[in-house]
């Protein structure tokens, strides 16, 4: 999380009883990816508690970089190709399924991207102003662009889902987005991270929508 040590291992907790709750209330292997949502953000919220660690203890000085490229492999890597693949593997419409699935090919291809600028290109943190600051050193041309398909991938299949309320996670992701950008700009990494994971909540909640969505489309 973006404002200390202990608020990022405590979400990290939280995060993983929500998965561990999503999970078992699932009763189909297509809501696995979807479901172990919240397991993934509560990962990234402990990557960055040991980011903090490696600034505020001496002793963990030497974890800064793994844990650094570890939270940014969350952020750039797993989201744009998760969310979208997770969300076409739900989808029962035919119609509806191929255009998720151009959403899901178009984060597949913003993860691999971003998977090389990660390995090609310097990257790294440092705490100011109670925050964490991630500076990147990727092709500013090209980020422009990659930044648009990253949130196409990630924000807008959502909403061209067919089952009820996924316009939520959308919703939501969208909403994040925007507070972050407006009120922390220089850390809209750390901080968006963080309250994208209140997504992690509304994951919880369609699990029982799911399993009704999924009954009804095997009795159609």
Known sequence: MCFSATASFGAGAALSVLGVLALRKSESSSQIMFASIPLLFAAQQFSEGFVWLSFINPQFANLNTPFTYIFMAFAQIVWPAWVPWSVLLLETNPNRKKLLLAFTSIGCLVSLYLAYCLIAY???SRMTSHHIAYDLKYPMGMISKGVSLYFLAIIFTPFFSTIKRMWLVGL??????VFAKLFFHQFV???????AAII?????????????????????
């Open 200 to 220: 992690s909540f509304v994951v919880l909640y369609m699990i029982p929508i799911l399993n009704q969505h999924i009954k009804t489309y095997k009795k159609a």
């Open 122 to 124: 310097p990257i790294n």
């Open 172 to 177: 939501l992701t969208l909403s994040t987005m």
């Open 189 to 195: 990494i750390s901080v968006w991270c963080f309250f």
